[in-house]
């Protein structure tokens, strides 16, 4: 019971330590809300930057500076969709 209670310990502190450090991927980028309303992503490393705006049917429609775009929603499970 010993055992299984500090396998239990070490996984959780284990766990909690990947939680809080920052990938470092996300450390290059940088996002704000503009003035229109859109949330606008910028890599401060020369990589991709997004700008996101919501159409009138709820969708996160987001535009990369590559010309890629991705569509979000939420769907009825309440699960964040993107195709």
């Not at 290059?28 to 700008?51: F, M």
């Amino acid at each position: 019971m010993k055992k299984l209670t500090l396998v239990a310990i070490a996984f959780t502190i284990i766990f909690g330590v990947q939680l809080i450090t920052p990938n470092q991927a996300e450390a290059q980028t940088s996002c704000k809300y503009d003035y229109l309303g859109n949330y606008v992503c910028t890599n401060n490393s020369g990589g991709l930057s997004s700008t996101t705006r919501k159409d009138y049917l709820g969708n996160d429609n987001t535009t990369f500076s590559n010309g890629a775009t991705m569509s979000c929603r939420t769907d009825y499970l309440g699960n964040y969709v993107c195709n």
